[in-house]
Nanobody
Framework: QVQLVESGGGLVQPGGSLRVSCTAS????????MGWYRQAPGKQRELVAS???????NYADSVKGRFTISRDNAKNTVYLQMNSLKPEDTAVYYC?????????WGKGTLVTVSL
């Protein structure tokens, strides 16, 4: 059974930093393409960042230069380091794994950027 478990969300002030993590089980993590998506209230889910099995990365324009995605294959974990957070970054952040054409999703972790 595939499981993706996110952690690390919470409340942070504008300008602050936060790191969210996603630990996977039930998949061959090292071959998986991993991604972080987010969904704000009333908005569609959008891609934030992704990283391939070869560690090629891709970012949404809105987070370039502020967010960094990385992976630790030994720990079956993907990270999203978020710096210079803005109120508009407030959303539920979801972990995604793509393996052999199949997508898997975590349940999400809430990130709130507010005073």
């Amino acid at each position: 059974q595939v499981q993706l478990v996110e952690s690390g969300g919470g409340l942070v002030q504008p300008g602050g930093s936060l790191r969210v993590s996603c630990t996977a089980s039930g998949i061959i993590f090292r071959i998986a393409a991993m991604g972080w998506y987010r969904q704000a209230p009333g908005k569609q889910r959008e891609l934030v960042a992704s990283i391939t099995s070869r560690r090629n990365t891709n970012y949404a324009d809105s987070v370039k230069g502020r967010f960094t995605i990385s992976r630790d294959n030994a720990k079956n974990t993907v990270y999203l380091q978020m710096n210079s957070l803005k109120p508009e970054d407030t959303a539920v952040y979801y972990c995604n794994a793509g393996v052999n054409g199949v997508d898997y999703w975590g349940k999400g972790t809430l990130v709130t950027v507010s005073l």
